[in-house]
């Protein structure tokens, strides 16, 4: 595998004709900073040996590389989900490859449901903390001693720099931010109404598809994360909500919000 990573990591390498130092991963509805990005140089995920090619609406399936906050970055646009059908290993893939092209810190992006009765639609979430509720522990299996250690600690794994950065960006620029633990499970269902209770009552504040799996790879190799939700549905406390929620309005609602994203990711790279 590790042959693998650093072929690929090769391959971008020499197409870009840098080594980026920030990486981003854009959720849902989510891929305007991609659009941010100067002098790019776009990778189909499918013309990229080893990538798979991704499958959900909404995901275009590009690696962008370019500069961004005045830092050479690399931001994948559609990311790999568990509930396409993927193993973990193909799920975290490119994130394995980020650390072969040099990446020191993780910008990660998602859409989520709200599970805090406090939040509404349209709210940004910094990711504080998650719950990793997927059924498969992206590590599970032979441990890459020279990339990271057997048992990694996780205390940590949301870089409170980074977070602090991000709150102080947002203050001086009037955004408001929740901040909430984010659970991810692995789709494609959203949940049921007793589901949604349930993660409300183990502590989580947002739930969606993705995430855990690739900031569990990139800690377990050292790279700084930072995550942000934008909450684009809120459970409710009914038992039969009044309202259902559709794809689209997940996307619609992201696609809104975005432009306040893109504005913080970008004033962070700027100060990492
Ligand atoms: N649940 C899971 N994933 C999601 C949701 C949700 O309510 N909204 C957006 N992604």
Redesign the pocket.
């Known amino acids: 595998m590790i042959e693998k990573f650093k072929n690929t990591a090769d391959f971008i390498v020499q197409k870009a004709g840098f080594n980026p130092e920030v990486g981003i991963i854009l959720g849902?509805g989510l891929g305007g900073l991609a659009d941010k990005i100067e002098n790019p140089i776009a990778l189909e995920y499918k013309d990229i040996p080893n990538f798979p090619a991704s499958t959900v609406e909404g995901h275009d399936g590009k690696l962008i590389l370019g500069d961004l906050g005045g830092k050479k970055v690399v931001a994948m646009k559609g990311r790999f989900h568990f509930y396409e059908g993927y193993p973990m290993e193909t799920v975290t893939f490119p994130v394995r490859v980020f650390k072969f092209l040099g990446i020191k810190h993780l910008l990660v992006s998602?859409?989520?449901?709200?599970l805090n009765l406090n939040f509404r639609v349209g709210d940004l979430m910094i990711i504080r903390d998650h719950i990793n509720f997927f059924p498969r522990n992206p590590l599970i299996g032979r441990n890459y001693d020279e990339l990271g250690p057997r048992f990694p600690d996780m205390s940590k794994t949301y870089n409170p720099e980074m977070i602090a950065s991000v709150e102080k960006i947002a203050e001086e620029n009037d955004i408001n931010l929740q901040n909430g633990v984010y659970i991810g499970?692995t789709?494609p269902t959203?949940?049921t109404p007793a589901e949604?209770k349930m993660f409300r009552m183990y502590g989580a504040d947002?739930?969606?598809?993705s995430t855990v799996p690739e900031v569990i790879v990139a800690h377990h190799m050292g790279i700084k994360c930072f995550g942000m939700s934008i909450?684009?549905?809120i459970?409710t406390e009914a038992e039969v909500p009044e309202e259902e929620?559709t794809h689209d309005e997940?996307q619609n609602v992201a696609g809104d919000t975005e432009p306040k994203m893109t504005m913080l990711f970008t004033k962070l790279i700027t100060s990492l």
């Open positions: 849902s998602n859409a989520a449901g709200g499970s789709g959203l949940e949604y947002a739930t969606g598809m909450i684009t549905n459970s929620t997940v």
